[in-house]
């Protein structure tokens, strides 16, 4: 069985730390990952995508992938409060579908 | 449209009773993938559609569950007799190709069954 594992969380950071959020993936022939980022009530919209090893940075935002060790993470750089949501991990190759993870929680304080 | 629709946005029904959803997806876009979320878990698949290839209907739960996608375009998921374990946001996503490609997601449906 396909599987992405995240912790659930909740993860709690202070406002402008960086905050982490990891997640493995069981099958090696997946060749894409996405992070989404969900609000409570609100459907999943795209963070960041990743195809190769390594890190990707877009604003904040850096997605690291190592695929030898079947390993995705996001770091958020200068957390804010609005960055508190639900952050989906999602594995993907060919033409299946994407397999998500169940979302860990992450919580900016103040 | 600029983005994937869903309708209803919610939906309260009868256990037992028939429902429909309805997708419509981002113009062009030939692949669309119907979720199920239940309250405070992760997305569950259901049913994948890509252009006129055989739909992938191997996540669906039961033989309750149907989808259909007319014209290529809009996409319609019914669950008959409904449950109250049907009770769930039901969202539609859609790419422009294949699941490696980025999956845009529409509101959602959010069912309940009393």
């Known amino acids: ?110 | 449209g600029a983005g994937v629709s869903q309708s209803p946005s919610n939906k309260v029904t009868e256990k037992g009773k028939d429902v429909e959803l309805r997708c419509d997806p981002i113009s062009g876009h030939t692949a669309l993938y119907w979720y199920r979320q239940s309250l405070g878990q992760g997305l569950e698949f259901l049913i994948y559609f890509q252009g006129n290839s055989a739909p992938d209907k191997s996540g669906l739960p039961s033989d309750r569950f149907s989808a259909e996608r007319t014209g290529g375009s809009v996409s319609t998921l019914t669950i008959q007799r409904t449950q109250q374990e049907d009770s769930a946001v039901y969202l539609c996503a859609s790419s422009s190709r294949q699941a490696s490609d980025t999956q845009y997601f529409g509101p959602g449906t959010r069912l309940t069954v009393l």
């Open chain 1, 1 to 110: 069985q396909k599987e992405v594992e995240q912790n659930s969380g909740p993860l709690s950071v202070p406002e402008g730390a960086i905050a982490s959020l990891n997640c493995t993936y069981s099958d090696r022939g997946s060749q894409s990952f996405f992070w989404y980022r969900q609000y409570s009530g609100k459907s999943p919209e795209l963070i960041m995508f990743i195809y190769s090893n390594g890190d990707k940075e877009d604003g904040r935002f850096t997605a690291q992938l190592n695929k030898a060790s079947q390993y995705v993470s996001l770091l958020i750089r200068d957390s804010q409060p609005s960055d508190s949501a639900t952050y989906l991990c999602a594995s993907g190759g060919g033409y299946n579908k994407l397999i998500f993870g169940a979302g860990t929680r992450l919580a900016v304080h103040p």
